[in-house]
């Protein structure tokens, strides 16, 4: 059974810093690109970040320059850093994989999804 699982949310003050981080069970995540994505309130959900198979990656221009995603295939895990964070980053984030090698952030590319993971970022 495949189960995406994502940990390291939480309530933090505009300029702060979270990494989140994305680990699976039932397939090796190492042949897997990854992606983030996230939904703010009233939004519908976007691609902010993906990662490949090749350590490639792929950002938002929203979060570029302040996230940094990465994995670490002997762990089979995958870490989206996110520094600088403002209140629009507010937004429940999602890990998702798919078994192909290739960068993309459309939803509807990626078949394995986590519950996803609140973070709060608010003085």
């Known amino acids: 059974q495949v189960q995406v699982m994502e940990s390291g949310g939480g309530l933090v003050q505009p300029g702060g810093s979270l990494r989140l981080s994305c680990a699976a069970s039932?397939?090796?995540?190492?042949?897997?690109?990854v992606g983030w994505f996230r939904r703010a309130p009233g939004k519908e959900r976007e691609g902010i970040s993906c990662?490949?198979?090749?350590?490639?990656?792929e950002y938002v221009d929203s979060v570029k320059d302040r996230f940094a995603i990465s994995r670490d295939n002997a762990r089979d895990m995958v870490y989206l850093q996110m520094n600088n964070l403002k209140p629009e980053d507010t937004a429940v984030y999602y890990c998702a994989g798919r078994d192909y090698s290739d960068l993309t952030l459309r939803e509807h590319d990626y078949y394995d999804w986590g519950q996803g993971i609140q973070v709060t970022v608010t003085s």
């Open positions: 990662v490949s198979t090749l350590s490639t990656a």
């Open positions: 039932g397939f090796r995540m190492d042949v897997y690109t």
